[in-house]
Each structure stands twice: as structure tokens, then as C-alpha cells.
């Protein structure tokens, strides 16, 4: 008996097995000597792939496909939105607060960049800087945003800290040692204030209780009502943020 493994990747250049590689109903099949049994399908970079033992009927793989073809659709649009918003400046928009900015660019001899209505206005007078320019102006306003909303909300839910760095993480929002200095993603300034909110919220509770354990999420709820909806939200979407580049 075949078990079936169903997975959603969404990062770049994962070594695959490369026993025999086909194509059915234009889906790559990975066929494998191995001993497993199981079954796999995965949603990378927007399009399915199939894992499977060697000799995997062809018939067996296309009544699969038939059977999960709900699944595989709503996984496969779900994947490449998020390659779309990791890629977002490629894209022509920015996610700044968790509201999308159209990108319009204007060649000028002094470079700056400003927000007005819905569009990010980019000031460039090297278009090779663009890019450039205005992840320095994300981080530029995450430092400056972060920094004032954790002392706000340090003063709100009355939990002080020593200190605090904005960083650049690929896996994780923040982080909170023993001694209270509390180290943040710059990418959450792309996300809604109140999962902003939520992970600052997150790490200053770790200062009073240092782990996960029961009494850490009973003081979460306490200072975040909203944490499980906030939570859920950074779960389902957080990973295209954070991969962003």
C-alpha cells in the first residue's frame, strides 16, 4: 500500500531525486529505486511534482492526479502568490503595512522616495540603484517604526525591555534573550500592524516567561486577545514576507 505525503514548498533550488524524471498530463513525475513506498506530491515554485516508487502504474498516478485535483489547484494558485509577493519589486509593488504600493519610478538627479496615495515614488538617478533604494527605505522606516511601537506597546502591557535590533532574517521575526534585549525582522514592517503588533507582543512576553509552555500563551492572550486570529494570519502568510527579497 502507497502512502501519500502532501507538501507546499516554496523556497528555490532543493535537490530532487534523479532517478528517472517524466512528465504526465504536464506534471513532472520523479520516479525512485528506493525502498519507500510512499507517494508525495509537491507544490515547488508554483507547479506540482510527484514522488513516487519506480514502478508506479501510470494509470495508478493519473486517477491520483484526478482525485486531489482540488487540492492541487488551490495549492498551486496559493504557491505562486506568494513567489509573487517574495519577488514583489519585480513584481512592480511593495507591501508596507500590509497595504500593496504600486512602484513608480522617475529618473532624477536627487534619489528619495515617498509614498502618496496607493504608489511608492522612487526617485532614482541610477535605475541599476532602484531596488536598492527602496529596500534601504524599508528598513529605513522599520527601524524607525519598530523601535517606536515596541516602547509603546512596552508601556501599554507593562513589560520593559533593555534593548532592541532590527535584523535581517530569512526565518524568523524576532527573538528575545535572558537579558531582555529583543532582536526584530525589519520585513515586518511589510505586514499588517496588528501581526506586527502580535509578534512584538510575542517577544516581550518571552521576557517575563522564556519559553512556550502554558503560562507563555495565557500571558500572550492576556496582553493580544486577537493572538490565535494573528497567529493563524503570520502561519498562513507569513512565509512570502519573510522570503522576500
Known amino acids: 500500500m502507497f502512502s501519500l505525503n502532501f507538501t507546499n514548498i516554496f523556497s528555490h533550488g532543493l535537490k530532487v531525486d534523479k532517478k528517472k524524471v517524466q512528465k504526465i498530463k504536464d506534471i513532472k513525475i520523479i520516479r525512485t529505486s528506493r525502498r519507500s513506498k510512499s507517494i508525495s506530491l509537491k507544490i515547488r515554485n508554483g507547479e506540482l511534482e510527484i514522488s513516487c516508487p519506480y514502478n508506479t502504474s501510470e494509470t495508478f498516478l493519473k486517477n491520483l492526479i484526478e482525485r486531489k485535483k482540488v487540492w492541487i489547484k488551490n495549492n498551486i494558485e496559493r504557491s505562486r502568490e506568494n513567489h509573487l509577493k517574495i519577488d514583489q519589486i519585480s513584481n512592480g509593488f511593495i507591501t508596507y503595512k500590509g497595504l500593496e504600493l504600486k512602484l513608480v ?72 534573550n535572558i537579558r531582555g534585549d529583543i532582536f526584530l525582522n525589519w520585513k515586518l514592517i511589510m505586514l499588517p500592524q496588528s501581526i506586527i503588533d502580535y ?4 517577544e516581550l512576553a518571552h521576557i517575563n516567561v522564556p519559553n512556550h509552555s502554558k ?31
Open 105 to 176: 519610478y522617475k529618473k532624477s538627479n536627487i534619489e528619495r522616495i515617498f509614498v502618496e496615495d496607493d504608489k511608492l515614488k522612487i526617485f532614482y538617478a541610477d535605475e541599476s540603484r532602484s531596488k536598492k533604494l527602496i529596500i534601504e527605505w524599508l528598513k529605513l522606516q522599520a527601524n524607525n517604526f519598530l523601535r517606536a511601537r515596541l516602547l509603546f506597546l512596552s508601556k501599554r502591557i507593562s513589560i520593559q525591555f533593555n534593548s532592541v535590533t532590527i535584523k535581517s532574517y530569512t526565518a524568523r521575526w524576532g527573538s528575545c
Open 199 to 202: 509578534v512584538l507582543i510575542h
Open 215 to 245: 503560562k507563555f500563551w495565557q500571558l500572550v492572550k492576556k496582553k493580544d486577545p486577537d493572538y490565535c486570529k494573528n497567529q493563524k494570519w503570520l502561519k498562513d502568510n507569513g512565509s512570502s514576507f519573510i522570503l522576500f527579497r
